[in-house]
């Protein structure tokens, strides 16, 4: 079984293409969907006793917890002590039912890939990009989002140019969806030898 790894910096299209190789079949294991549940669940335990303003009726408040985290690095690296081990279970359990089930491929949609540490977690690793204009617009258009957050979750990433370095497939989804959906399609067949559909 081939693990691929799927990232790229905020508002890049990493949910989008996700999707595409999940509409070719492709198992799909998405670390930001495990966080929305770890908030609603066992991670509330360990933010409530770090960040008690960040949780409200019994479930993490992202908006809050963002206030918190955002920009603050020692914040942020504490939070992410907490995160990252609960979605690295999540993952591996995937990992090893998909392996189980006998799949050739499954894709980790993995924001933080490089960032912390993911790399070594996959075979291949595909980055989405796109130019510096189309990702501000995507992201600033999104509800809640402010030029001070966008810059504050930018700090944090690895920029795109080292991402798209280290990478075994690159897609730009300035391109537009039919491209994006045909480099999935190249992507799949070049890896399990067989394209899809
Ligand atoms: C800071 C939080 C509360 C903001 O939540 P919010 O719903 O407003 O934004 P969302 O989660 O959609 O993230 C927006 C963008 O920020 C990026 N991002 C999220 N966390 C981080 C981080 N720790 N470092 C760098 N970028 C990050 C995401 O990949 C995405 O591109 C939330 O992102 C969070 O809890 N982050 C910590 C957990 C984490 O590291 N998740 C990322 C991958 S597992
Ligand atoms: N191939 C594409 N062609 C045209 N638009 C695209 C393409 N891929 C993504 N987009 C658009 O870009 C925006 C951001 O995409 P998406 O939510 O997939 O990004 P993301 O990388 O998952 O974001 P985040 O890092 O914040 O989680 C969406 O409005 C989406 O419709």
Aim: hydrophobic letters at 45%; charged letters at 30%.
């Amino acid at each position: 079984m081939i693990i691929l790894g799927l990232t790229g910096s905020i508002g890049m299209g990493k949910s989008t293409t996700a999707k595409m190789f999940a509409d070719f079949g492709v198992p799909v294991h998405d670390a930001d969907v495990t966080v929305h549940e770890l908030y609603r669940g066992e991670a509330v335990p360990p933010i409530a006793e770090a960040f008690p303003e960040a949780v409200k009726d019994g479930v993490v408040d992202r908006t809050r917890l963002a206030q918190s985290v955002l920009r603050d690095g020692e914040a942020i690296r504490k939070l992410e002590a907490i995160v990252h081990p609960l979605v690295r279970k999540a993952e591996a359990e995937f990992v090893r039912l998909h392996e189980q089930r006998g799949a050739a491929l499954i894709v980790l949609d993995i924001p933080l890939l490089f960032e912390a540490g993911g790399a070594d977690r996959v075979d291949r690793i595909v980055v989405v990009t796109a130019s510096p204009q189309v990702q501000r617009e995507r992201v600033l258009k999104r509800p809640g989002m402010t030029e001070q957050k966008f810059e504050a979750i930018l700090t944090r990433q690895l920029p795109d140019a080292e991402k798209r370095a280290r990478a075994d497939f690159v897609i730009d989804t300035g391109l537009g969806m039919e491209h994006a959906r045909e480099a999935v399609a190249g992507i799949i067949g070049e890896l399990t030898g067989k394209p899809p559909g």
